[in-house]
């Protein structure tokens, strides 16, 4: 289902990555996804040319502008699922440091794929509470039915952040935590994420 999805999982990837300005987390929640989606575009359009030459440089891009606005923790403990209580406090800090990576990397290589594409922004934002919300938007593509994606936060001490992504209706959480969790059970969290690892250090292309 996963690897099934992987091109509808890109074209909505880049709206995830934007280039945030230091406000955007305590904006409301409709006003911070249109913030890094918006901001993100323009970064994509200016660094179109050099992306193109040397496509590394998205890695920088993501790792300055979209890492910190990821609840990175949130999304490493739901991917171990239940391997996460019986894991060391190493194992964990190394898991999501190796898993953060991982996304970084697959959302690097999802904005690559940007080209011409335009997003409309649903005024309906779900709440519960204060502290949870989900963003709707749709893709529009030329020549191409369009595509939803909905964005899951959470708001901290820190503003929100971003829980998960939900693309017609499937979640990237729950694909990595189906495809991971199998893997931890089989081969153990250290040797995961050891794979991970050495998957990570790979030249970007």
């Known amino acids: 289902m996963f690897l099934k999805n992987y091109k509808l999982f890109t074209l909505g990837l880049f ?4 280039t945030v300005h230091s406000f955007a987390a305590e904006q409301p929640p409709l006003d911070f996804v249109k913030t890094i989606t918006n901001a993100m575009i323009e970064d994509l359009n200016v660094s179109k040319v050099e992306i193109k030459k040397n496509p590394s440089l998205v890695l920088d891009i993501v790792d300055r ?3 910190p606005y990821v609840s990175k923790e949130t999304i490493a403990r739901k991917v171990m699922g239940r391997v996460w209580k019986d894991s060391s406090e190493a194992q964990r800090t190394k898991f999501v440091e190796e898993f953060t990576t991982y996304l970084k990397r697959f959302y690097s290589k999802a904005l690559l794929s940007f080209d011409n594409q ?4 649903s005024p309906d934002v779900a709440t519960k509470g204060d502290n949870l919300a989900m963003v709707s938007t749709k893709v529009i593509r030329p020549g191409q039915a369009s595509v939803e994606i909905k964005y899951k936060l959470a708001k901290g001490n820190d503003g929100w952040k971003v829980t998960d992504l939900i693309i017609e209706g499937i979640s990237l959480v729950i694909n990595n935590q189906r495809q991971y969790s199998t893997l931890i ?3 153990g969290l250290d040797a995961v994420t050891a794979k991970l690892a050495y998957n990570n250090q790979q030249e970007f292309k």
């Open 65 to 67: 502008r979209v890492i």
């Open 118 to 121: 335009s997003i409309e922004f």
């Open 185 to 187: 059970v089989q081969e």
């Open 15 to 18: 709206l995830w990555l934007g």
